[in-house]
């Protein structure tokens, strides 16, 4: 299990951040085209709105809060995993 600690928290790593980007490019990719098309984004929904009505800006940090937070906390174990196991890595055999 040892050898494998460092390969577990790079993996943890990548998909505690991949989750949170992709949302984001997604979300952003959706945007992007319905403003092409004329259309106006209902950020609450996610959906475009042809009818010319403007709908008011929502921050992706304001819509997904609980992601970012939680992200924030796999980030924060991570780093302590990582140093333990530098820790535990830089330790004298016996």
């Known amino acids: ?3 494998f600690l460092p390969l577990l928290i790079v993996l ?13 490019l997604r979300e952003m990719h959706v945007a992007d ?3 092409e098309s004329g259309g106006s ?3 609450e929904t996610m959906a ?3 009818a010319g009505t403007a709908h008011p800006f929502i921050p992706f ?3 997904h809060r ?9 980030l924060g174990l991570l780093i302590v995993a990582s140093a333990i196991a530098a820790g535990n890595h830089l330790k004298p055999r016996r």
Do not use: E, N, Q
């Open 48 to 50: 475009c709105d042809r």
């Open 61 to 63: 940090s304001s819509r």
């Open 66 to 74: 609980g992601l970012i937070i939680g992200s924030g906390a796999v």
């Open 12 to 24: 943890a790593a990548v998909l505690t951040f991949a989750t949170p980007a992709a949302l984001y």
């Open 41 to 43: 984004v209902d950020f």
């Open 1 to 3: 299990m040892r050898r």
């Open 33 to 35: 085209r319905c403003a």
